[in-house]
């Protein structure tokens, strides 16, 4: 059985609320080379009504979203409002586009979908390719034009609530790496500290988006686990500090097969301080869902393909869904 860790010290300024949203990426409309395996409304049906999950991450490419793509989509969102399960829409290209051709994109994209807070715009997973010939530091490039792009989408009439990532994998652990006044930005927490070109959203709608794996490195390669804690308590009190609000878009700590012994209390641990910092850490959705995936794959949250809606749920699951 999993490890059941200490709870997280309640910070002095904790206002407690619910619980985070426990939720799931359900890949398939992003995968190398297309989209065919993509998530079926039965496979949606599945991770919210068989599983339980309260959140659901929809990683996609821009280039795929045809007017099909969209229509499909659009029946498959509707169904997780109905049930009240927020949808995360991931631009999952890793592609940091100038500011005017992501308003573009997103004006256009978006609204297909409601902008009742059911429908949240994540612009794009683990942004790279900054290549400004002026502001050359990657980290204030983002700041910049991170807010150009949201304040854009204000200007179109784009409600929906925001989700935000940040160069270098958008890791947890990277958020906030202290660098003093003299020295140049290596993460986004320097980079909003120092970035006086305005708010960061006119609508105060938009949240931090960080990854956290547990292997070495947190890579996201290896099913070992590397490290004793989450780092979640610290990253909720760097948002706090700073009345920033965020998601946790990709972790994941075992699969539906089993879980490595180095990865029990870790897990246990992440969890605990999802729930402890609540205020701050509004929900996540936990890496490795969709047919897409291979049986071998170390994340894998799907029972095996032909017994994925017969199938018990894991231990593993019931985990990731805050049971």
Request: aromatic letters at 12%; charged letters at 25%; glycine letters at 8%.
């Amino acid at each position: 059985a999993p490890a059941t860790p200490a709870t997280p010290a309640q910070p002095a300024n904790h206002t407690a609320r619910a619980d985070p949203l426990f939720g799931a990426n359900l890949s398939g409309a992003e995968a190398s080379g297309g989209d065919a395996i993509r998530p079926s409304l039965e496979d949606w049906k599945g991770y919210i009504e068989r599983h339980g999950f309260k959140l659901i991450r929809y990683p996609f490419k821009d280039d795929r979203m045809t007017p099909a793509r969209i229509a499909e989509l659009k029946v498959n969102v509707a169904y997780a409002r109905s049930k009240g399960v927020p949808v995360i829409l991931d631009n999952h290209t890793y592609r940091w586009d100038a500011p005017a051709k992501a308003i573009a994109f997103w004006t256009g994209f978006a609204r297909n979908f409601p902008d009742d807070g059911s429908v949240i715009l994540d612009l794009v997973n683990e942004p790279r390719g900054f290549d400004d010939p002026v502001l050359t530091n990657d980290w204030m490039q983002w700041a910049r034009d991170s807010k150009i792009i949201i304040a854009g989408l204000r200007a179109n009439g784009i409600k929906h609530p925001i989700a935000l990532e940040w160069p270098q994998w958008s890791a947890t652990f990277r958020f906030d790496k202290k660098e003093g006044a003299w020295k140049a930005c290596e993460s986004a927490g320097c980079a909003l500290d120092r970035d006086t070109s305005g708010p960061l959203d006119p609508l105060n709608r938009t949240y931090l988006n960080g990854h956290r794996y547990f292997d070495k490195g947190s890579s996201g390669t290896s099913k070992e686990c590397d490290v004793k804690t989450s780092g979640f308590v610290e990253f909720a009190d760097q948002l706090r500090r700073r009345g920033l609000k965020a998601y946790i878009t990709e972790s994941a700590f075992a699969s539906h097969y089993g879980m490595k012994p180095s990865c029990a209390a870790v897990g246990a641990e992440a969890l605990a301080a999802l729930r402890v910092n609540s205020d701050v850490l509004l929900g996540i959705t936990w890496w490795g869902g969709g047919r897409v995936w291979p049986e071998s794959y170390i994340f894998k949250i799907d029972p095996p393909k032909a017994a994925r809606f017969t199938a018990p749920t894991s231990s593993y699951v019931e985990q990731l869904t805050g049971r």
